[in-house]
């Protein structure tokens, strides 16, 4: 079973919308991180936010933020007010805390596009 | 301050050529890792070092792929023997402590390999 699952594989917006990128994940640790990252064509992957499994309020930075429903297993990215720069692929991924588990797992991703 | 670097940014080889990928993290950050990705995917790890201690290789893909950090600072990835299914993007990242769930991990801009 995959650990992360991103089911859009590319979602349009228009400019100064909100836009929902959905990601579902699987694990049976208690502890774990759930980070957002985004990767523009010029293919770096820049850090957008994060959630710990532990922290009871939904994470935010600036224009994004996290809606974590933990029962649920859902940690979806919301960007409000989208920008023409928006535009990129968007990467889930996730950090379980077991021993020996240091790396990241990450989904298939989904490509936003901006409209103007 | 500077963030990842990654050198060479393109690499083209010929089948059965010998690769080495270059990465220098962000200075002082303990845990470097790896990763691997093919084109329209999400990355996937390769390997993880902790200081100059190559902790996990698990996600290496055959013996063919070596990676080594030996001061605890920059690393190599080599890859011997190059084939065609090599072609990809080879991700660097960098994280400032030991890696816990919480540890968010810093790319580079990658290093496009591609195998003729």
């Known amino acids: 079973a995959q650990k992360i699952t991103q089911t859009q594989p590319g979602m349009f917006v228009q400019e100064k919308e909100a836009v929902t990128l959905d990601c579902t994940y699987d694990t049976s640790d208690q502890s774990y991180g759930l980070f957002w990252y985004k990767q523009p064509s010029s293919g770096e992957m820049i850090f957008l936010i994060y959630q710990g499994s532990y922290d009871e309020q939904n994470a935010t930075e600036g224009r994004y933020s996290l809606n974590f429903q933990k029962a649920r297993k859902s940690a979806n990215l919301v960007i409000s007010a989208s920008q023409l720069g928006d535009s990129a692929m968007y990467f889930c991924a996730m950090r379980e805390a077991g021993a020996g588990s240091y790396q990241l797992t990450f989904g298939k991703g989904t490509k936003l596009s901006v409209i103007p | 301050g500077a963030g990842v670097s990654q050198s060479p940014r393109y690499k083209v080889a010929k089948r059965g050529q010998d690769v080495a990928l270059r990465c220098d993290p962000i200075s002082g950050h303990v845990s470097l890792f790896w990763y691997q990705q093919a084109l329209g995917q999400g990355p996937e790890f390769l390997t993880y070092?902790?200081?100059?201690?190559?902790?996990?290789k698990s996600g290496l893909p055959s013996d063919r792929f070596f990676a080594e950090r030996p001061e605890g600072s920059v690393s190599t990835l080599k890859i011997q023997r190059t084939q065609k299914e090599d072609s990809a993007v080879y991700l660097c990242?960098?994280?400032?402590?030991?890696?816990?769930?919480?540890?968010?991990?810093?790319f580079g801009p990658g290093t496009r390999l591609t195998v003729l």
């Open positions: 070092f902790q200081n100059e201690a190559q902790l996990d």
């Open positions: 990242a960098s994280s400032p402590t030991w890696g816990g769930s919480t540890d968010t991990q810093y």
